[in-house]
């Protein structure tokens, strides 16, 4: 009996510790799956979203709207296909070394002149207003002669030559305002107050700037519709002022983009060096004194970061306006900004909006170079928004600038200016009569 005891134990203590060892086993296996599925990811706090998505920021991160690598043709619009066409041919992951345009640094440049064998098939021109019809059919044109240049526009040599050297020199506003032929009067308001050119003071920095000025024209006469034969008096202005630049196309609504455009070129052959450039209406005021204050104050950021960084070369890209963020087109067909959906689909980049905007001159030259590969659009804010779109680049706010005039209530107070670095919309009265007010401003302002 007490042999087969001693024999059940043994064959008991053989048996049953497998099975425990294989029963811890299996606990825990358990415990480790259940920890694992009642695992949750920690919570991740978003600090950015890009522009121009409209997510809720606590839902999701910012994430394409698109597939990045969309190789099919959009279809229907007619901007986006030719778009599609141009972003595929200058894709330097596709083309490799075909990517780079013949035109990037010359002035002979090959896209220019090309044409759209497929425009009119694509577009249906019926039904459309007749603005949007010119436009599609000179579209692909861009390059139109200067009938008045202005060569030294920017080798100023005027007063500030003859004083002894500062030790910063001053930076040098170019101020470019798209006027018309006809305007006349506002050029000279302009002139007369916030576009005088030269050494001009800022409102607290002494320092200021250096301003020139141009004005950007079309051409408006006999034939470009029913319009007065102004070109000696033009001529007779551009003698006393040298300030004016035109170009040989029709000084229209939807032609206004070209503007943009042929003034990139300009510079980059005339005014390559200056600091910054003002780009505006000539119906809008600028408080200039203030605006170059803001600009002095950008620049030695900008030159302290590069020399803290120790990247002397370091170009600034700032660009400062009234910000439209999450615009659509305008599809209502009465209205000048309409754009139909055969034309364009999608919503347009940030864009600054109406009136004026303030960019740096190494950005002028960067949006010079990436124009040639955006499709005109006919809205030239937007086209604007495109460009620095494809810099990778969004325009700043800046509650200055105020494209939608100040509140009704403001208008008449001299004293809300002091906040105002641009406003729209003055007439040249209203121009001179500000501009006298805010030179002598109550203290108590
Ligand atoms: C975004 O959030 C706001 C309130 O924070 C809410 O009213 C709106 O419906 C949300 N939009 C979406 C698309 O969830
Ligand atoms: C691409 O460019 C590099 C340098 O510019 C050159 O050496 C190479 O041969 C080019 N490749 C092709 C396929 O053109
Ligand atoms: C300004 O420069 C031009 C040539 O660039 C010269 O003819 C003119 O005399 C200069 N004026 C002054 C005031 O130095
Ligand atoms: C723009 O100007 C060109 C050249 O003068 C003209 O052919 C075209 O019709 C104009 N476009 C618009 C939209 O007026
Ligand atoms: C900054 O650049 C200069 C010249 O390129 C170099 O001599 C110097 O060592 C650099 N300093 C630092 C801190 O990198």
């Not at 296909?81 to 141009?86: C, D, R, S």
């Not at 939807?254 to 980059?268: E, I, S």
């Not at 009265?429 to 500000?434: Q, Y």
Request: with cysteine; charged share 20%.
């Amino acid at each position: 009996m007490g042999r087969c005891c001693k024999c059940n134990g043994r064959l008991l203590c053989m048996c049953l510790l497998p099975c425990m060892m294989t029963g811890h086993l299996l606990i825990y296996i358990t415990v480790s799956i259940f920890v694992t599925i009642s695992y949750a990811p920690p919570k991740i706090t978003i600090h950015y979203v890009a522009p121009g998505i409209s997510a809720n920021t606590s839902a999701m991160a910012s994430h394409p709207q698109g597939p990045f690598w969309n190789l099919r043709l959009e279809d229907g619009a007619l901007w986006n296909q030719l778009q599609h066409v141009w972003d595929r041919r200058y894709n330097p992951i596709l083309r490799g070394n075909a990517s780079r345009t013949p035109d990037e640094d010359s002035e002979d440049d090959s896209v220019d002149s090309e044409l759209c064998p497929s425009c009119d098939v694509a577009f249906d021109l019926s039904g459309v207003p007749e603005q949007m019809k010119a436009f599609v059919r000179s579209m692909h044109y861009r390059r139109y002669p200067l009938l008045i240049d202005q060569p030294d526009a920017c080798s100023s040599n005027s007063s500030s030559g003859s004083r002894s050297a500062p030790e910063v020199p001053p930076l040098t506003l170019l101020m470019a305002i798209k006027s018309q032929v006809g305007n006349f009067e506002n050029r000279q308001a302009i002139r007369e107050t916030w576009g005088r050119s030269g050494a001009i003071p800022g409102e607290v920095l002494r320092r200021g700037g250096l301003v020139h000025r141009v004005f950007l024209l079309g051409r408006q006469d006999s034939s470009t519709g029913p319009h007065p034969d102004l070109k000696n008096l033009l001529e007779l202005e551009n003698h006393k002022y040298g300030d004016i630049l035109q170009w040989d196309f029709r000084d229209t609504f939807f032609n206004l983009t070209l503007k943009d455009l042929l003034f990139w070129q300009w510079l980059r052959r005339r005014c390559p060096a200056a600091t910054f450039v003002f780009k505006g209406d000539d119906d809008v005021f600028v408080r200039t004194d203030a605006l170059l204050d803001f600009l002095n104050r950008r620049w030695d950021e900008h030159n302290l970061l590069r020399a803290y960084t120790n990247q002397s070369q370091a170009a600034l890209d700032l660009i400062v306006g009234d910000v439209i963020y999450n615009a659509a087109p305008n599809r209502e067909p009465s209205t000048k900004y309409f754009v139909p959906d055969s034309f364009y689909k999608g919503g347009y980049p940030p864009y600054a909006g109406g009136g004026g905007v303030v960019y740096s001159g190494s950005l002028a030259l960067r949006l010079a170079r990436v124009s040639r590969r955006v499709r005109l659009f006919p809205i030239d804010d937007v086209f604007l928004g495109m460009c620095l779109h494809r810099l990778g680049l969004s325009p700043s706010h800046h509650p200055g600038f105020m494209t939608f005039d100040l509140p009704e209530a403001d208008r008449w107070n001299t004293c809300a200016y002091k906040q105002v670095l641009l406003v729209h919309r003055r007439t040249p009265k209203e121009v001179l009569t500000l501009w006298k007010q805010l030179q002598s401003l109550p203290g108590g302002c």
